[in-house]
Every structure is written in C-alpha cells, then in structure tokens.
C-alpha cells in the first residue's frame, strides 16, 4: 500500500543556507510510518492494547536536492518488506512545485513487545493491511573501506529536549550528531553530504557521555561512530557520503 501526504517546509526547519536540514528530513521519514498506521486505524491507542513498538534498527537517506521555505514537498511511503519481526519502509520526498526529487529513505524497524523488550512477530493482520511492495527509493551505492588519516573527535551528552517517547536519544538527532561531527572534521557545509547510512545498536539515554568519531574511508566516505565516552561501548555508527571537494 502506498500513501501520499503534502509536508509544508516551515521557517524553523531551514538553516542559514536556506535550505531544509538534514535532520528535519529525518523527522519527516521517521514520521511516515506514524502516517500510515494511523490512517489504517493502528494508532498509538492499537498499539497499546497491542502491548508493543516499532523501534529503528537501521536509517538510509540520500539527499539529491534542497528544500526552501515554504515550498510544499509530497511525501510518498510503503512497506517494502515484511519479515516475522522487521520491516523495512521506503520513503520519497519530491517538491510539488517542479517535480524534482529531495530525498529518498529507508527505514529498517524492528517490532518490539513493551513488557520484554525483545523483537516479537509482527501480526499478519498488520502486513495485510500493509500490502509490502518489493520496490525499493534508494539509488546510491557506495562502499566504505578501511578508516584512515585522523580521527575527528566530537564530545555529546544528550539534552532533555533531545530525547523521544521512550526517553532515548531521537533517531533524528543522531543525523545532527553526525553532520555536526562531519563538518567540524571536514571543514565543509552540511549540503556537501549526499547520503547517511546509519545503524543503531544501543539506545543513549539522558546525559549520557558520548564520543563521536569521523574518519575518511574512501572517495568522498566518512565512517563515524558514537562510542560511550567512558566505557568505549559502540551505540551507533554511520557511513556518510559526501560530494567533490
């Protein structure tokens, strides 16, 4: 099942270049899914009577053009894959004005049950009502090799205005956390990067000490971690893809 929604670019979205953060980009995509359940009649409410959630696993976006103010985006999602405990949601940005393209993700979710917090099967009643697709929105490839050269360091502890539902660090602030540590190492603008693979392995709670790490890993790749800064635990890593110098 695809669903189609207008998202408008508002004033506070938009940084000193004009252009639509990357983050807010993220937001949108996390936001599909919320979308599309809840118009099936699977909202917050059937989810707690469920007694489960979706958490992110994995979070893919490729930027190929900006978005300004104002300008109304159609925002395109469907399931593109259902497995007993994740799937895996496809999401297009494109502006109403000309057609062209701001943004493709995909989002990996894992469905959880709130009293054990393990992954728990999804029901089939929920992949029906879905209807997954086999089509995938991401066009980029791009393989990270060996991290070399120096290693940016950048210091984070999550802030209260940071944190999700779940009182975890929000999926989109990663995205933040990233680019910011990207562009202090690199010395560019975040509109040079082009596309962000992400994976979550454990969830960063309030205060929290972190250290993120960015190192070249090929042409125009950036690998980037975020370890605990104490305990050197490994809670997320990402593979950026920038443009030309």
């Not at 999700?164 to 690199?186: G, I, K, P, T």
């Not at 392995?201 to 370890?227: F, N, Y």
């Amino acid at each position: 099942m695809r669903f189609t929604a207008p998202v408008q670019v508002r004033s506070y979205e938009v940084g000193a270049d004009g252009l639509l953060h990357h983050a807010h980009v993220a937001r949108y995509v996390l936001h599909a899914g919320n979308l599309v359940t809840q118009a099936l009649g699977m909202d917050a409410s059937w989810y707690a009577a469920q007694g489960t959630f979706f958490v992110v696993r994995g979070l893919r976006l490729e930027f190929e053009s900006g978005a300004r103010e104002d300008e109304t985006l159609t925002l395109t999602t469907w399931l593109s894959e259902a497995r007993r405990v994740r799937g895996f949601r496809e999401v297009s940005l494109v502006a109403q004005s000309d057609g062209r393209r701001i943004a493709g993700a995909q989002l990996d979710w894992v469905y959880v049950s709130a009293d054990t917090l393990q992954p728990t099967r999804m029901p089939q009643e929920m992949v029906d009502r879905l209807s997954p697709e086999a089509d995938h929105v991401c066009r980029l490839t791009w393989a990270a090799g060996a991290a070399s050269g120096e290693a940016g360091v950048m210091l984070r502890a999550p802030q209260h205005h940071e944190l999700d539902q779940l009182r975890h660090l929000n999926s989109a602030v990663y995205v933040e956390w990233f680019e910011q540590a990207w562009c202090e190492r690199s010395g560019r603008v975040p509109a040079d990067l082009r596309g962000h693979r992400l994976e979550f392995l454990k969830q960063i709670t309030l205060g929290e000490p972190m250290r993120v790490t960015t190192q070249p890993a090929g042409d125009g790749v950036w690998a980037q971690e975020i370890r605990h800064a104490e305990t050197g635990e490994l809670h997320a890593r990402n593979t950026a893809l920038s443009s030309a110098a």
